[in-house]
């Protein structure tokens, strides 16, 4: 689990395929590494990583096909600026908010505002998840923990202040920029927690429909 505060950023060193899968090596910056043993974890844009190599200056990590597939892994290259975040431990400040390391789906940065010393973004979520996403919510970009400051359909607005933007990869954002989106995870959960003895049935993985909603009497007629 993570805290969505970034620690670091980093860069890709390497990109290698092995087998269908890739290996990846990140050059982790002002990251402290003393802690880190192989096998911990460590959230790059938001995807949660397995160390699997300690050269030193950063860690190796092997990316899955599953991850290549639902994430925006696939558009990163050698050089790629990534946001970094170490596993929280039971002394952590939980900063942000519970943060699994699976993302959910791949948004599209739509536009980018100046507002003061701020920054407004515009972000489109895929469709399935905007039910997840809730005005002064809590949701996870490329790992950094953010408010939802307006929601319309799938687009939601971000309001980033001047230390997010220097400290994580959102000062690079820009408009059709591909983000890594993960709701929250409490969202997530009561969804499947209503759909209670449905939850055990073939073919409600989806979640819940406007269907369910109306025979278990939470629409009016």
């Known amino acids: 689990m993570f805290t969505g505060i970034i620690e670091a950023i980093g860069q890709i060193a390497s990109l290698q ?3 269908g899968d890739v290996r990846v090596q990140v050059r982790t910056g002002k990251l402290d590494l003393g802690d880190v043993r192989l096998g911990d974890s460590i959230a790059v844009n938001g995807v949660c990583l397995t160390v699997v190599e300690l050269p030193g200056d ?4 092997d990316v899955s096909q599953e991850t290549m597939r639902r994430s925006a892994f696939v558009n990163l ?10 596993a929280l431990t039971a002394s952590t400040r939980l900063g942000g908010h519970l943060v699994s390391g699976h993302v959910d789906g791949v948004g599209t940065v739509l536009s980018r505002t100046e ?3 701020s920054v407004r973004f515009r972000v489109e979520a895929p469709a399935a998840l905007a039910r997840y996403i809730a005005q002064k919510g809590s949701i996870t970009v490329d790992g950094t923990s953010l408010t939802v400051n307006g929601v319309d359909g799938a687009v939601f607005d971000l309001n980033i202040v001047p230390h997010t933007l220097q400290e994580t990869i959102m000062g690079d954002y820009q408009p059709g920029t591909a983000v890594n989106l993960e709701v929250d995870v409490i969202a997530r959960y009561l969804e499947r ?3 209670g003895d449905r939850a055990a049935e073939s073919g409600t993985g989806g979640g819940i429909d406007m269907a369910f909603l109306a025979e278990n009497g939470f629409l009016k007629s």
């Open 17 to 19: 395929p092995r087998g």
């Open 58 to 61: 950063g860690f190796w990590a």
């Open 77 to 86: 290259k050698v050089g790629s600026r990534v946001n970094l975040e170490k």
């Open 115 to 117: 507002e003061a010393r």
């Open 193 to 195: 927690l209503l759909l």
